[in-house]
């Protein structure tokens, strides 16, 4: 079991250009265990996705919150009841050893990960797929939009508000949003390329001050890393997947599995689908 | 209980404008049990819905059918179990009352209508709303697309097809279409307002030949009115609502409650919202 942190080119088990692959090809060495890392920069071009598996007990009630808070929330999958197979994200696809690492969750607390489940799926899992900030991101900077976190080669800063999703079943809580500074020209063009992808989170829900939504210091995020926000240039907030991951960790729920951070399930949809 | 087929201009029961009328006065006016029939060219500019109430046991899988065909099943509201208010579509919405009529159906074959559902709706029961065409309509008319079926004061014309749809549990079968003949510089315009539109069923599933989609003759729609085809036209067409509706029925459930077909939900939701 390797236990390698970073994707360099070239780097470890690839035996290819994992920017250019396919998503496939990426998913039977994961099914391999061979890789437990970031999926950043892989298969660029396709979707990739946050992952939940709860008990099918609680999968109506959290249908209904993806349903209710499209935006931190965007459902771009689920297994039927006890099938570990999503077709319409990949033909081959088997949710429970192509992704590269897992957390499993007991009542709310991490108990460990692995680089499959297969021990911890059962009859009754439903395994849920959300669509994440990394396809919009490489819509972005195809649009020339520059991201600070990319240049600075640190983690997008994300930050609790005060902004209430809407809550169903033991699913609730505030919106965790993702922060990425620029001019005003350029979040104008953010928000309108962004608007195009209402599957990876969509178009931004806050700009500039930070107070209006709750967060007192932008320099101290809840999650990631703090970047530097220069002169003439405005925060920009998108919803952020981390917002049902709060919403399950916090419902106390028996068992939940989940991707681990940054090791997300890469898809066979096209980034660009609108 | 008023009988009237038809919202003429200040017809019936209406002591307003229907057509400028605030959805929540409308929901009102059809919570009293004056009128039953369609809300066609009512509360323009807000979002339309098809309803369906399913028992809790098929909730889940019908979600799932949603989240595989957002075409033809844009899920725009679901209610909690047992809860006939859904907040998100209007605060003082009770979906048991506040629809002109509603259809009753029993092991898949209609028992009735009613203007109310009170004494069928249950303590296992879930609302479904679904985004209609008549708010892309109301856009293609705005963006200077005119609309054969309304110049000619017909139905929509709506065709079964050869398209099938992801199934999901008892949930499957082909996709019915609605078709609107446009020429080419409309169908490329059209395609690209619908675009915007997800949540009423989004761009066209195709344009031109009929066959290509299993449509043997498009002069007899299975549903709706035929409209003419004038020289230099093509038909193009749209995932139609009509889609979930044949689903459920062909799922054989024991009790499902839907709006009466062009008695529909009229929610708060403008239909500009993307």
Do not use: K
């Not at 250019?20 to 090809?25: F, K």
């Not at 006890?82 to 990949?90: A, N, Q, S, V």
């Not at 992704?99 to 607390?109: E, K």
């Not at 991101?137 to 994300?158: C, D, F, N, S, Y």
Request: glycine share 10%; hydrophobic share 40%.
């Amino acid at each position: 079991m390797a236990l390698q942190e970073t994707a360099g080119e070239g780097a470890g088990p690839f035996p290819f250009d994992a920017a250019t692959a396919e998503p496939a090809q990426l998913r039977r060495l994961f099914r391999s265990g061979a890789w437990r890392g970031t999926t950043a920069n892989m298969a660029n071009g396709y979707t990739q996705g946050n992952l939940a598996i709860l008990p099918q007990e609680h999968a109506l009630d959290f249908a209904r919150y993806c349903q209710r808070n499209p935006a931190p929330c965007p459902l771009i999958g689920m297994s039927d009841t006890g099938d570990p197979r999503i077709p319409d994200l990949g033909a081959d696809l088997d949710i429970r050893t192509d992704l590269p690492s897992y957390n499993i969750y007991r009542d709310g607390r991490i108990e460990g990960s692995a680089t499959d489940i297969l021990e911890f799926w059962r009859d009754d899992s439903v395994a849920f797929v959300l669509g994440c900030s990394l396809s919009f991101e490489e819509a972005l900077m195809q649009a020339g939009v520059p991201l600070r976190h990319i240049e600075t080669g640190r983690t997008t800063p994300m930050y609790r508000t005060s902004i209430e999703t809407v809550p169903a079943g033991p699913f609730g809580g505030g919106m965790v949003v993702s922060m990425r500074p620029m001019p005003a020209r350029d979040a104008i063009r953010a928000s309108a390329v962004t608007a195009r992808f209402p599957h990876t989170h969509g178009m931004p829900v806050h700009l500039g001050d930070p107070a209006a939504i709750g967060i007192a210091d932008i320099d101290s995020p809840d999650w990631g890393e703090s970047v530097p926000i220069h002169a003439g240039e405005i925060p920009v907030f998108w919803a952020c997947g981390v917002t049902p991951q709060n919403a399950i960790r916090q419902a106390g729920i028996p068992l939940v599995l989940t991707h681990t951070p940054g090791s997300m399930l890469i898809s066979d949809i096209p980034s660009s689908v609108c």
